[in-house]
């Protein structure tokens, strides 16, 4: 039978200080399954004592702590549980907010993102709250489909953004909105508040001079079956080694043992599986190897480790491919863009130098595996009906777009729209729907699948229609490659131009629109004019690899841009824009 604290004896006073004491040292000696134990039998016999409930909650927490940092999530997220529970019985909310967070990631790892909306709203409501709890619940209300008060959010968060509070992560900002100004501010308020360095730490590069080669390292965690892979495997395949000296850094998976992830290391004789080093021991590793270019193939996307590069490890370092606008560090010499994506009005809003590359910036692996023929029946798609196509991640899907979709499907009702599935947003997206009285026949959403059935299964679709204000990307490249047409619409900002930056490499310029209106006519135009996408289809298979899908081509230029910067560091020149033109050698 428990003893309340107002009964309690000398002597009970005597063994709860006691069973504390010898808790505090297992705890500082990490040895917390034991700290556990002995608590957990002073709790049976000693009812609501709040230095109980503390020491299990910390406890609990710091074991999760560790399953965490070794990304052993269902363990974290099991101890991570506990904790708070405790927490909350000792009326101690210190780390409550820590222990959402890192509970909303072990739920995001999972794909459970209705838990980790959960655990955002939890946060959000803190009280005082964390200056990224808008940012935190903005994202996870995206990933829902959860638009009900997502604007008010989002203009709190834009109105702190302009006073150098990060109130939205950058990644978030690039999915909800187009303008480039924002976006800035997102990305240099979140990089001086968590990212950039205050080590001074001034290392010189004088071996570096003196290399007969350059040196190049691309750091990512993506060297497997990651969208990332897919785009970036040609590239490595044909770059020059008799010029260059490359090497892989890898902080991610690397056993998955899939076609793409061995010929990715296949590519690089300098491969290193940095996951278990600390942020600093890759940096001191980049010295040791005395890398000369530095590419960061990550940016500000999930499981980065941008600040391997705070200290500015490396002469030139670049950031390509990972994330679709500025990083606003203070430790990035350049971004690797082309003409389209930044233009007169853009360009203020990349804290980078950039060097510009003739075509899509976005390189494209033209080794994809073979296209399976599927037919519609297979695949339980319509055979007599028109296929609006959008398989894009489910968090670029926003009510603004799905307003537009709606009023093309209400005119066309021989069109049906293909979405992916997620069972987050499945059942909001049936609601959203029906309440604009598109019935679920006039919907269909497919799960996803391996690359190779993704893209083929592409090809049975009529139209890709692009995502605002976030444009597919790799999805987009997938499409063309399978022959589907898009139509697009171009904004302001880096993430929105994306499809039309590619678009415009094989000619098809005429696809991208500059407002809503003009993109739901250039749809509606094509729904009624199957010829017409014949013809863009047979446009697309005799144009795609020229220029878009041509890794040779498209090194070429690259290992240009990578000797330019070379030579304008070692000859003391200030670092500044350059731009690759068509045709230039070596």
């Given at each position: 039978m428990q003893k309340e604290f107002n009964s309690l004896t000398k002597n009970d006073i005597l063994e709860?200080?006691?069973?504390?004491?010898?808790?505090?040292?297992?705890?500082?000696?990490?040895?917390?399954?034991?700290?556990?134990?002995i608590l957990k039998d002073a709790e049976k016999k000693f009812n609501n004592i709040p230095e109980i409930f503390y020491n299990i909650a910390i406890s609990n927490f710091l074991q999760a702590k560790e399953f965490f940092e070794k990304q052993n999530y269902l363990l974290a997220k099991s101890f991570y549980k506990k904790a708070e529970s405790y927490f909350l019985l000792a009326k101690n909310d210190k780390f409550l907010s820590a222990i959402y967070i890192n509970l909303s990631i072990c739920y995001q790892h999972f794909k459970n993102y209705?838990?980790?909306?959960?655990?955002?709203?939890?946060?959000?409501?803190?009280?005082?709250?964390?200056?990224?709890s808008d940012a935190l619940l903005s994202y996870s209300k995206l990933c829902c489909a959860d638009w009900e008060g997502l604007d008010e959010i989002l203009d709190r968060a834009y109105k702190e953004l302009k006073k150098n509070i990060s109130s939205i992560r950058p990644f978030t900002c690039m999915l909800v909105t187009d303008d480039p100004e924002l976006q800035y501010f997102s990305a240099v308020n979140f990089c001086n508040k968590y990212i950039n360095s205050n080590d001074n730490i001034n290392y010189d590069y004088k071996k570096n001079i003196n290399h007969k080669k350059i040196k190049i390292a691309y750091l990512s965690s993506d060297f497997h079956n990651h969208a990332t892979a897919h785009l970036i495997a040609g590239i490595f395949e044909k770059q020059d080694n008799q010029k260059f000296d490359y090497y892989a850094l890898s902080y991610g998976v690397n056993n998955d043992n899939s076609e793409i992830s061995l010929r990715l290391k296949k590519s690089f004789s300098n491969f290193?599986?940095?996951t278990d080093?600390?942020?600093?021991?890759?940096?001191?590793?980049?010295?040791?190897?005395?890398?000369?270019?530095?590419?960061?193939?990550?940016?500000?996307t999930k499981e980065n480790r941008i600040q391997i590069l705070k200290n500015k490890p490396c002469p030139i370092q670049i950031s390509y491919l990972g994330f679709p606008g500025t990083l606003g560090t203070n430790f990035i010499d350049y971004l690797i863009l082309d003409e389209f994506i930044v233009n007169k009005e853009n360009r203020k809003f990349f804290k980078e130098n950039i060097i510009y590359l003739p075509d899509c910036y976005q390189c494209n692996d033209e080794k994809k595996p073979k296209l399976i023929k599927f037919t519609r029946k297979?695949?339980?798609?319509?055979e007599d009906k028109i296929i609006l196509c959008s398989l894009n991640n489910t968090h670029k899907y926003n009510k603004k777009l799905f307003d537009v979709w709606v009023d093309i499907l209400k005119k066309n009702k021989n069109?049906?729209?293909?979405?992916?599935?997620d069972k987050a947003i499945k059942d909001?997206?049936?609601?959203?729907?029906?309440?604009?009285?598109?019935?679920?026949?006039?919907?269909?959403?497919?799960?996803?699948v391996e690359t190779q059935t993704h893209v083929s299964r592409l090809a049975l679709a009529d139209l890709f229609l692009d995502s605002f204000p976030c444009n597919a990307h790799t999805t987009a490249s997938d499409a063309l490659f399978a022959n589907l047409p898009i139509i697009t619409?171009?904004?302001?900002?880096?993430?929105?131009?994306?499809?039309?930056?590619?678009?415009?490499?094989?000619?098809?310029?005429?696809?991208?629109?500059?407002?809503?209106?003009?993109?739901?006519?250039?749809?509606?135009?094509?729904?009624?004019?199957?010829?017409?996408?014949?013809?863009?289809?047979?446009?697309?298979e005799q144009k795609k690899f020229e220029k878009l899908f041509n890794s040779e081509t498209f090194i070429k230029n690259l290992e240009l841009a990578y000797t330019n910067a070379w030579a304008k560091f070692k000859n003391g020149n200030k670092i500044a824009d350059i731009f690759i033109s068509k045709g230039e050698n070596l």
């Open positions: 709860i200080n006691s069973t504390l004491d010898i808790s505090n040292k297992y705890i500082e000696n990490n040895k917390f399954n034991l700290a556990i134990n209705s838990a980790m909306k959960l655990y955002h709203e939890k946060i959000a409501n803190l009280n005082p709250k964390p200056e990224f290193f599986d940095v080093k600390t942020d600093k021991d890759i940096e001191l590793l980049l010295r040791e190897l005395e890398i000369d270019i530095a590419v960061d193939l990550k940016g500000h297979e695949l339980h798609l319509p069109t049906v729209l293909w979405l992916l599935d909001n997206i049936y609601d959203y729907f029906n309440k604009q009285d598109i019935k679920n026949n006039q919907i269909i959403l497919s799960p996803k619409l171009a904004g302001k900002s880096m993430s929105s131009r994306v499809s039309s930056s590619l678009l415009n490499t094989i000619g098809l310029d005429d696809l991208v629109s500059s407002n809503i209106e003009e993109y739901k006519k250039k749809i509606n135009f094509y729904i009624k004019n199957k010829k017409e996408l014949k013809k863009l289809r047979k446009k697309i």
